[in-house]
């Protein structure tokens, strides 16, 4: 019999040093810059590594526990397992009550209301009645419904428990009574971290500001007599769920590391140190253009939230950013996380990521980073009293990531990167919607609206001309290219490659972008110039790339020049006026 034991199988494979593996990566470089290829700077101001190794947490601020044990970085359970929630938009009782039973019939495990209208017991008997054993939240709660709520539950044994989107901040002493008059398995209060996701903040601030919120409460309730564990227990936090994938597993771990120290800094125990956590997928990410694209962030971020162990979460459906969804989007996200669960299996393992020295080495840098940040909100005075330094915060951040959707080094398929130019939208958006400006691909979006606007007002876009000519490999590299860049603002395009300058300056085009070598340039465009001017004819014409003889083609008569450092909004917009595209 072949002894297969551990170390008998480790002897197979020797240790290697990092030196061995950085000496590797130098050869395989072969000069290159090492920073520049292999280190990922992230918004949050870490440089992520290539790779790590077991010494790369040997030193961790904050050590990891099992599943279900105190701090709580890997899950509040020893289990794996989340609940699918579903939120319901009908405002009518009845109907957000058939909506529901239909939902749960169809895989849903939790039913979030948020816009129905509560007037009375009446109508939240009828919003109740006949929905099975599940978690119930109410979203867009208010003092009323609270205290309707909380009369049902004190008449009655509940079906299932309850929970609602209220922020206490916003009446400290009504929030008191709450916890004074309702039974501790009401989770009467939200915080809303994804409200700092939606505003620009990065993972650590998203942390550092919840948290910061969150113990203000703590504070403001021991202040009125409220016991700590009856405050800690009576909360659950919400969270956006964004396209970093491994930053918003490691998020959602370090805040509740955080919390549980911050609620035993309090004096609570740790049973109520265990933070409950709702993620949503990210309406930030979310794309009008190729919006099938949606299902795919959706599932990735799904899957982050549950690598990050989130006790219920909601897929977005893929078309919300436009219209009211229908049935068919919303049974495709719903199913996105039946299949994450049934067919995938995900929930059977608690904290999955869990070994992983990048994730444990990132979770450790968001817990280090968010509590320093909270610290500093609370040297001044506490979160209440520094919203002007986090919305300044905000501001910043906001102002960054929309820089990098921008200029394109936060790629979002389809919208700023590889355009379906077939593709119209406007007519599938319904106007009476307020459409959420606060989505990353907003800019562009309005770039190519205003493009389909302009065509249906007109019956015709102005068509650019991408002209192929002289050496065959910088031709098609540099039409290829032009073509991503200009798709992306709608603009109707052709790709041609001519033999000559006089085919080139014979087309009836509205613009034409010359893509041939650097080299190349300067003599065909004297000689388009010069032609142009022959026929009488004023075409822009446009060079793909920046060569060295910019400004002597700018002599020339050249309009502009289209290649990496372009600020593709910037140019885009410019031409959209040229061309008379306005409205």
């Not at 004074?180 to 994804?194: C, K, M, Q, V």
């Not at 199913?335 to 669960?341: E, G, M, W």
């Not at 990531?401 to 590889?418: C, L, P, S």
Request: net charge negative; hydrophobic share 45%.
């Amino acid at each position: 019999m072949i002894n297969m034991t551990a170390e008998n199988l480790l002897q197979e494979f020797p240790p290697v040093s990092t030196q061995s593996w950085e000496e590797v990566i130098g050869k395989d470089l072969k000069g290159a810059d090492y920073a520049k290829k292999l280190i990922w700077k992230t918004d949050e101001g870490l440089a992520v590594k290539p790779y790590y190794r077991a010494e790369d947490i040997a030193g961790l601020d904050f050590p990891l526990s099992a599943p279900g044990d105190f701090p709580y970085a890997r899950s509040t359970r020893s289990t794996g397992g989340w609940r699918i929630r579903e939120e319901i938009d009908e405002s009518d009782p009845e109907k957000a009550n058939q909506a529901a039973a239909s939902a749960v019939a169809a895989g849903a495990e939790e039913i979030s209301f948020r816009n129905v209208a509560i007037g009375n017991a009446s109508d939240l008997g009828l919003l109740l009645a006949s929905l099975p054993e599940i978690p119930v939240h109410f979203e867009n709660a208010d003092e009323p419904l609270l205290r309707l709520l909380i009369d049902r539950l004190s008449n009655r044994q509940a079906a299932a428990p309850l929970s609602t989107g209220w922020n206490p901040l916003a009446n400290l002493d009504f929030a008191a009574e709450v916890l004074r008059s309702a039974p501790s398995s009401f989770l009467s209060f939200t915080f809303h971290g994804e409200e700092f996701e939606q505003s620009g903040a990065t993972a650590v601030e998203e942390v550092a500001f919840t948290l910061a919120a969150a113990i203000d409460f703590l504070a403001e309730m021991q202040s009125r007599n409220v016991e700590v564990d009856r405050a800690a227990a009576s909360i659950t936090f919400s969270f956006a769920i964004g396209a970093n994938f491994f930053f918003q597993i490691a998020k959602l771990r370090a805040f509740r590391m955080l919390w549980a120290r911050a609620v035993e800094s309090f004096g609570g125990s740790h049973e109520s140190a265990k933070a409950r956590i709702h993620a949503r997928t990210s309406r930030w990410n979310e794309t009008i253009y190729d919006p099938h694209v949606n299902v795919l962030r959706g599932t990735t971020e799904a899957f982050s939230a549950i690598m990050g162990s989130a006790d219920s979460i909601t897929v977005a459906p893929f078309d919300e950013c436009y219209k009211t969804p229908d049935d068919a989007s919303r049974r495709l996200a719903r199913n996105t996380q039946i299949l994450l669960k049934q067919e995938s299996l995900l929930s059977r393992v608690a904290d999955p990521g869990a070994g992983s020295y990048c994730l444990e080495f990132m979770t450790d840098f968001i817990a280090r980073e968010g509590w320093k940040r909270m610290q500093e909100i609370e040297a001044a005075d506490g979160y209440q009293k520094s919203k002007g330094l986090i919305a300044l915060a905000l501001e910043r951040s906001l102002a960054a990531k929309e820089k990098d959707v921008v200029t394109r080094r936060r790629i979002f398929t389809g919208t700023n990167q590889q355009a379906n130019l077939t593709e119209k939208a406007l007519d599938r958006i319904d106007a009476s919607l307020a459409i959420d400006e606060r989505r990353g691909t907003w800019v562009y979006e309005q770039l190519r609206l205003r493009t389909e606007r302009h065509a249906a007002r007109t019956g015709s876009s102005p068509r650019i001309l991408l002209a192929e000519i002289g050496d065959v490999k910088m031709r098609s590299a540099r039409s290829g290219f032009a073509a991503n860049f200009f798709g992306c603002a709608g603009f109707e395009l052709v790709t041609q490659p001519f033999e000559s300058v006089d085919e080139i300056v014979a087309s009836d085009a509205a613009l034409i972008v010359l893509c041939s070598s650097d080299p190349q340039y300067p003599a065909l465009v004297a000689e388009a110039m010069s032609k142009l001017k022959a026929l009488g004819r004023k075409t822009p014409v446009i060079v793909a790339g920046y060569p060295d003889s910019a400004e002597q083609l700018k002599a020339e008569g050249v309009a502009d020049f289209v290649h990496v450092r372009s600020n593709p909004i910037e140019l885009l917009a410019k031409w959209q006026q040229r061309l008379g595209i306005e409205g």
